[in-house]
């Protein structure tokens, strides 16, 4: 415990650069323990990218299981809105506007939510986006948007979360990648090679930072139901029925597309200390698309 207390002391001290105005620390609840119902009881997590889909389900589940989290997105309204239900629901979250494509917003989020929580965990590295386009016909500027977000974006979370991170004298990162780094696609060249640069990062870094306490592993999701993938004109039937299609046809083992719900299911495995020995590893979580790749023949 007497660790626990210098180590938010430490944590508060560091906190200064680029603080967001407003915030005020809570101070760590010494009854708090994790117990089998809420496994991060009193763990403080940070996530991008949580505005909606993976980041919003993995947001939910962090503080339904008893974490702290502060996450991030642009989208204001979202995040509030996130943040608003997660504490209706007895949870503890706190929204902080930040675009992951700008260092000082990514800086600002990451001090501000440490001095709001007093020190950091777990990070997860969620935010992304994906352009579908054939390589040619992308542009100079999708492609300097889509890295900035996928994969400059995760490098600069990581660059301002391991200094709070070594401090604490220990904790983890998690990357969201993609099953596409592991698998082509027509069309999402750009994609892929973005996911693929993060698992190249997470690697490096695990080498890098294991001797401080620190793992950093990569998740890689199959199709996953979020607003990612699914058109927004389509009303609730048809997408029901168009995703089923897309997973009988895409997913060769389990033959369904994920729920976002799952994958947060899944970050949360990764983060327990079951796992307490993984590191530096991408793990597939895609119901069998990077086991299978399909050979198609055609129709007689
Ligand atoms: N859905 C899939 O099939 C699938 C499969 C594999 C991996 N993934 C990965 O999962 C992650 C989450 O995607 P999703 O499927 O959950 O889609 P989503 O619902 O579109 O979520 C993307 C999240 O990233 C945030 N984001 C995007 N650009 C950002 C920026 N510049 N600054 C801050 N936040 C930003 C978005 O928030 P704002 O728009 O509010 O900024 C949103 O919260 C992505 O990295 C994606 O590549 C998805």
Redesign the pocket.
Known sequence: MAHEHSRRAVLGGVAGVGAVAGLTALAPSAAAQPSPARPFEGKIVQI??????????TARAFAAAGAKVAF????RQ??REVERTIREAGGEATYLH?????PR?VQRFVDGAVRRYGGLDIAFA?????YAARLHETTLEQWDDLM???AR?VFLAMKYQIPHLIDAGGGQIIV?????AVVGRPELSL?QAS?QAIQALVRSAALEYGEQGIRVNAI??????????RPPELDDPTWERAKAALGQLNVDGLKT??S?DQ?AQAVLAMAAPGFGYLTGVSVPV?GGVAAGRRMLLPER
Do not use: F, H, W
């Open positions: 991008t990218g949580a505005t909606s889909g993976i980041g919003e389900a991030c997105g642009r989208r979202l995040g930040a675009d992951v494509r700008d917003s969620n935010a992304g986006i994906q900035a977000t996928n974006g969201n990648s993609s099953v596409g994609y996911k890689l999701p199959g199709i996953t139901d979020t607003p990612m993938i597309v994920a976002a994958i895609d």
